[in-house]
């Protein structure tokens, strides 16, 4: 079974994010704004998944090289497995709590704010001769929503100076947990990090 889910890990988040706006849409047809941006980034977070890993795919190729290790097949299935359970979270949550507890709502925009910015980072930071790396289209998306998602709540002065703040520390502490379940899988501590991110810059 755990193979199984290691070998199916994609495919398995796609069926149950899948299944979860389904059941909202049958179920749940009266949703707040919030609920409606928590639902629209589910979607994209999906399509991003697959853009970025499988059509055209590649992400994880690039994070190899600065990483400096060869990634295996099946430790790229399975780093899907902690990233889905980081993508659920950053949407089920949100959508439960994210009008009671707005800094939620924060933490995903803040979570989608942060791919549309990496991934154009990235063009710089892995030197690609394209103006692209995998997963960017669906990654700008994401950013678009979480800026209208951000304009919402401060229009409607939903949030106090604390969402502000906890939001991103949320998101930033659940990252954290996702990144060191990752490096685990490849054999390095989550310490090693820094000093790979620097060397990688001292290559631009």
Known sequence: MWKFMKHYALEIYTVIAMLLIVLVAIFMPQLTVIQKFAVG?????????????????????????????????????????STGVFLLVMRVVPFFFGDRLPMFAVAMATF?????????????????????????????????????LIVYLAGNHLCAWYDYVCGPLIF????????????????????DMPKLIKAQLKKI
């Open 112 to 148: 989608s704010l942060f791919e549309g910015f990496i991934h154009i980072a990235g063009i710089r930071i892995f030197q690609l001769k394209k103006c692209y790396t995998p997963g960017m289209v669906t990654a700008e998306t994401q950013a678009v929503i979480a800026i209208g």
């Open 41 to 81: 980034l589910s979607f994209i977070y999906i399509l991003h998944e697959w853009e970025e890993r499988h059509y055209p795919g590649g992400f994880l190729d690039l994070m190899s090289g600065m990483l400096q290790r060869q990634i295996d097949d099946e430790t790229k299935r399975g780093s899907r497995l």
């Open 172 to 191: 930033i502490s659940c990252f954290a947990c996702m990144q060191r379940s990752l490096m685990a899988m490849i054999g390095l501590h989550y310490s």
